[in-house]
Protein backbone atom coordinates (compact mmCIF):
# COMPACT_ATOMS: atom_id res chain seq x y z
CA UNK A 1 0.00 0.00 0.00
CA UNK A 2 1.48 3.30 -0.76
CA UNK A 3 1.76 5.70 1.82
CA UNK A 4 0.01 8.41 -0.85
CA UNK A 5 -2.91 6.15 -1.70
CA UNK A 6 -3.66 4.15 1.93
CA UNK A 7 -7.31 4.55 1.33
CA UNK A 8 -9.95 3.29 -1.05
CA UNK A 9 -11.13 6.18 -3.27
CA UNK A 10 -13.02 6.84 -6.17
CA UNK A 11 -11.59 9.39 -9.58
CA UNK A 12 -15.54 11.07 -9.88
CA UNK A 13 -17.36 11.55 -7.04
CA UNK A 14 -20.50 13.34 -8.83
CA UNK A 15 -21.01 10.13 -10.75
CA UNK A 16 -20.39 7.77 -7.72
CA UNK A 17 -23.31 9.70 -5.83
CA UNK A 18 -25.51 9.26 -8.76
CA UNK A 19 -24.88 5.23 -8.03
CA UNK A 20 -25.39 6.05 -4.32
CA UNK A 21 -28.96 7.64 -4.97
CA UNK A 22 -29.43 4.77 -7.34
CA UNK A 23 -28.91 2.40 -4.76
CA UNK A 24 -30.89 3.91 -1.71
CA UNK A 25 -33.57 3.99 -3.86
CA UNK A 26 -33.40 0.67 -5.61
CA UNK A 27 -31.69 -1.85 -3.15
CA UNK A 28 -32.09 -4.55 -5.67
CA UNK A 29 -29.69 -2.51 -7.53
CA UNK A 30 -26.80 -2.80 -4.71
CA UNK A 31 -23.79 -5.27 -5.54
CA UNK A 32 -23.81 -8.45 -3.56
CA UNK A 33 -19.78 -8.87 -3.92
CA UNK A 34 -16.71 -6.90 -4.72
CA UNK A 35 -15.92 -8.03 -7.94
CA UNK A 36 -19.28 -6.72 -9.02
CA UNK A 37 -18.82 -3.71 -7.08
CA UNK A 38 -15.96 -2.77 -9.01
CA UNK A 39 -17.59 -3.39 -12.70
CA UNK A 40 -20.35 -1.02 -11.70
CA UNK A 41 -17.71 1.82 -10.89
CA UNK A 42 -15.78 0.88 -13.97
CA UNK A 43 -19.21 0.54 -16.04
CA UNK A 44 -20.44 3.35 -15.12
CA UNK A 45 -16.85 5.75 -15.56
CA UNK A 46 -16.61 6.31 -11.86
CA UNK A 47 -12.74 4.93 -11.66
CA UNK A 48 -12.12 2.94 -8.71
CA UNK A 49 -8.66 3.31 -7.10
CA UNK A 50 -7.61 0.67 -5.01
CA UNK A 51 -4.98 0.13 -2.84
CA UNK A 52 -2.16 -2.90 -3.76
CA UNK A 53 -3.30 -4.18 -0.41
CA UNK A 54 -6.72 -3.40 -0.40
CA UNK A 55 -8.02 -7.29 -0.91
CA UNK A 56 -11.78 -8.13 -1.92
CA UNK A 57 -13.78 -7.05 1.26
CA UNK A 58 -17.63 -8.06 2.04
CA UNK A 59 -19.42 -5.33 1.23
CA UNK A 60 -21.86 -4.32 3.96
CA UNK A 61 -24.71 -1.43 2.99
CA UNK A 62 -25.89 0.25 6.04
CA UNK A 63 -29.06 1.89 5.74
CA UNK A 64 -30.03 4.83 8.17
CA UNK A 65 -33.10 4.42 10.45
CA UNK A 66 -35.20 7.84 11.75
CA UNK A 67 -34.62 8.21 14.96
CA UNK A 68 -31.15 6.89 15.33
CA UNK A 69 -27.50 8.34 14.84
CA UNK A 70 -25.38 6.49 13.05
CA UNK A 71 -21.70 7.28 14.18
CA UNK A 72 -19.28 5.60 11.39
CA UNK A 73 -15.85 4.72 12.77
CA UNK A 74 -12.54 3.83 10.69
CA UNK A 75 -10.45 1.20 11.89
CA UNK A 76 -7.73 2.02 13.19
CA UNK A 77 -5.49 0.71 10.58
CA UNK A 78 -6.97 3.38 8.98
CA UNK A 79 -6.28 6.27 11.49
CA UNK A 80 -2.78 4.66 11.37
CA UNK A 81 -2.47 4.65 7.37
CA UNK A 82 -4.19 8.31 7.22
CA UNK A 83 -1.52 9.50 9.80
CA UNK A 84 1.71 8.43 8.40
CA UNK A 85 0.27 9.29 4.63
CA UNK A 86 0.58 12.99 5.99
CA UNK A 87 4.00 12.76 7.79
CA UNK A 88 5.59 11.54 5.07
CA UNK A 89 3.93 14.50 2.94
CA UNK A 90 5.76 17.68 2.23
CA UNK A 91 3.57 20.17 2.52
CA UNK A 92 0.46 18.84 0.41
CA UNK A 93 -2.57 17.79 1.78
CA UNK A 94 -4.48 16.44 -0.97
CA UNK A 95 -8.51 16.64 -0.91
CA UNK A 96 -11.13 14.77 -2.89
CA UNK A 97 -11.76 16.34 -6.21
CA UNK A 98 -15.32 17.25 -5.51
CA UNK A 99 -14.14 19.97 -3.14
CA UNK A 100 -13.18 21.64 -6.53
CA UNK A 101 -16.65 22.08 -7.32
CA UNK A 102 -17.92 23.53 -3.78
CA UNK A 103 -15.06 25.84 -3.26
CA UNK A 104 -14.72 27.22 -7.55
CA UNK A 105 -11.69 25.39 -8.17
CA UNK A 106 -8.77 23.96 -6.41
CA UNK A 107 -8.55 24.72 -2.67
CA UNK A 108 -4.19 25.06 -1.92
CA UNK A 109 -3.19 22.27 -0.78
CA UNK A 110 -0.09 23.68 0.33
CA UNK A 111 0.01 23.75 4.03
CA UNK A 112 2.40 23.12 7.24
CA UNK A 113 2.28 19.56 8.79
CA UNK A 114 0.03 20.34 11.68
CA UNK A 115 -2.56 22.44 9.95
CA UNK A 116 -2.53 19.19 7.55
CA UNK A 117 -3.63 17.32 10.84
CA UNK A 118 -6.33 19.92 11.77
CA UNK A 119 -7.98 19.47 8.14
CA UNK A 120 -7.85 15.48 8.63
CA UNK A 121 -9.36 15.13 12.23
CA UNK A 122 -12.15 17.48 10.75
CA UNK A 123 -12.53 15.91 7.97
CA UNK A 124 -12.61 12.58 9.99
CA UNK A 125 -15.14 13.89 12.40
CA UNK A 126 -17.15 15.08 8.93
CA UNK A 127 -17.28 10.85 7.80
CA UNK A 128 -18.09 9.88 11.31
CA UNK A 129 -21.28 12.45 12.48
CA UNK A 130 -22.10 14.17 9.10
CA UNK A 131 -21.81 11.61 6.91
CA UNK A 132 -20.41 13.77 4.67
CA UNK A 133 -23.56 15.08 3.03
Known amino acids: MSAEQPFFRV???ELFGEVVDEWVRKP???PLNWDRFIEILNDRGIGPIVPDDFGKPELVFHELI???MNIT???KKMLDDAN???????KEYVFPSQYDLAYKGPLDPDIDNPKRKKVQKARLADYCIDLCM
Open 11 to 13: NNY
Open 28 to 30: GTR
Open 66 to 68: DGK
Open 73 to 75: LPT
Open 84 to 90: TAIDLQK
